[in-house]
């Protein structure tokens, strides 16, 4: 047996989404014994100042965080926020490890569907980064209105508080729902949290889940199924 | 408010005990935002040696885990597996880190039951473990006989292979039954994969999830409820 990859997650934003993509980690991983798992070495911090207030000091606190998971022993990175992505290339710099990018991997599986205009659910920061990747790929991204969206936020941070139950996945399929009738012909859960209250059966869409398939990709950079993404080129 | 304390797990012992603790502990956070929660750095390291084999490596590795976790930022140390608590000395020698010590943690509340025999459902190493903890306080340990033992450790593997349900957790409550058949007035769940297939329900005497307790002291101990535990002393 190879020896694996360790992987270096940085987390906390939110931390139950942070264990959610640990447990999609390890349901991925085809393993009978503890020793058949990969290592991930992980910083839950939930108190990396919030990705969504003007001048947000995110940035070094995340750079920090990575070197200091690099220090522990790890060989590649993983954010588990789409958020967050926005300090990608800080991220990478200060710890000279590769990142395994959410942000990529939710555009190409939007891509992957056919579809030619994507909704996404999302951050104001987030979507910045899916207009990005997916007019890279000559896709449209396709956006709840300002009214919608800062409703959507405040519903981000009502499932933060641990609010869960079916009016909270009503709301979210709403908000689906929306995209889908202004021309999103998949949507992607372009935040962490948007999965722990919504799933495929909430839309009549493909749903894409940026979060599950970083997980996936994880597994299979980690284990050599899959070639570990480049370091960063100033 | 006051900053809280970094948490640092020892983890992977299984892997999916290690999520349980941690989902434990945000359970236990009073949190009304990312922010409120407490930081904890996580090694989910499965490659630990195996610690139920004879002349097993794990404490070297253990120790080694320990002081990468202080460098990246830990205050104090929990391990979220009971038989890894034979190298709690070494651990906390190698990082000087305080330890929150779960096998004392098990003990003290299996004490409070008023039981006098305590039935501990652990591997051969945590049972050497909490005989010396319940000795301490006068209270006697109720273990399995070395054929029952045997097919205990058996379903263990099978628990950390991803098997779950009734028929699982029919097992598990019978070696429990055992235990209070021989006279154990109240039962340890002395290994992190029991909780996982087994609850309260399953058995008529208390049960002691010290995995359970160890989350809610962490969380304590890191929002300064509970004083820091003394640094390892020579």
Same mark, same amino acid.
């Given at each position: 047996m190879t020896e694996s990859l360790t992987?270096?997650?940085? =987390?906390?934003?939110?931390?139950?989404?942070t264990l959610d993509f640990?447990?999609?980690? !390890?349901?991925?991983t085809p393993a009978k014994s503890d020793q058949d798992h990969i290592r991930v070495l992980v910083d839950i911090n939930p108190k990396v100042p919030d990705r969504n207030t003007p001048g947000?000091? *995110?940035?070094?606190?995340l750079a920090e965080m990575? =070197?200091?998971?690099?220090?522990?022993?790890?060989?590649?990175? *993983?954010?588990?926020?789409?958020t967050a992505h926005a300090h990608a290339d800080l991220i990478q710099r200060a710890s000279g490890l590769p990142l395994i990018d959410m942000i990529e991997t939710g555009a190409? *599986?939007?891509?992957e569907t056919g579809a030619m205009r994507a909704g996404v659910l999302g951050t104001k920061g987030a979507l910045r980064l899916y207009r990005e990747y997916l007019a890279a790929q000559a896709m449209g991204l396709v956006t709840l209105d300002?009214?919608? !969206?800062?409703a959507f936020m405040a519903l981000l941070y009502r499932i933060?508080? =641990?609010?869960?139950?079916?009016?909270?996945?009503?709301?979210?399929?709403a908000f689906a729902d929306a995209l889908v009738k202004m021309g999103a012909e998949t949507i992607i859960a372009g935040c962490t949290e948007v999965p722990l209250v919504m799933g495929q059966e909430d839309t009549r869409v493909e749903l894409v889940d940026p979060g599950e398939l970083l997980a996936r990709r994880c597994v299979a950079v980690c284990l050599g199924w899959e070639t570990v993404p480049a370091a960063f080129d100033e």
């Open positions: 992987l270096g997650v940085l =987390g906390g934003m939110g931390p139950a989404a640990l447990a999609k980690i !390890q349901a991925y947000s000091l *995110a940035g070094p606190v990575a =070197g200091a998971l690099r220090g522990a022993g790890a060989d590649v990175l *993983a954010i588990a926020c789409n190409t *599986a939007a891509r300002p009214e919608r !969206q800062e933060k508080a =641990g609010e869960r139950g079916p009016a909270v996945t009503r709301e979210m399929k």
